[in-house]
């Protein structure tokens, strides 16, 4: 399974971005789709994640600011982040699970994303 992200870019503080992230394969069902990031020294931290209920679940900093949605039909998975600040510059990762069928055998899998770059300028 292969996930494309896209809509990282430079933006001022208090500014919007809205990233995407689109799974393309053969694969079976997706469960849960989430975002992470990854800032300059600092460990990849998840940021945002919503399972196939569609509840949601997210990091303290980024709560009020940052909405997840998913659009099922097209298997792609939305970052919402209003009100930037410079703190949340880092490459954001989407990631996805679910299932695959390989043959009769149904598999899970768990795929990552190239990574979007956020620039957040003060």
């Known amino acids: 399974v292969q996930l494309q992200a896209s809509g990282g870019g430079l933006v001022q503080a208090g500014g919007s971005l809205r990233l995407s992230c689109a799974a393309s394969?053969?694969?079976?069902?997706?469960?849960?789709l989430g975002w992470y990031r990854q800032a300059p020294g600092k460990q990849r931290e998840l940021v945002a994640v919503?399972?196939?209920?569609?509840?949601?679940n997210y990091a303290a900093t980024v709560k009020g600011r940052f909405t997840i949605s998913r659009d099922n039909d097209k298997n792609t998975v939305y970052l919402q982040m209003n009100n930037l600040k410079p703190e949340d510059t880092a490459v954001y990762y989407c990631?996805?699970?679910?299932?695959?069928?390989?043959?009769?055998?149904?598999?899970?899998?768990?795929?990552w994303g190239q990574g979007t770059l956020v620039t957040v300028s003060s």
């Open positions: 990631h996805a699970d679910g299932t695959v069928v390989a043959s009769t055998v149904v598999a899970p899998f768990d795929s």
């Open positions: 394969g053969n694969f079976f069902t997706i469960n849960g």
């Open positions: 919503i399972d196939s209920f569609g509840s949601t």
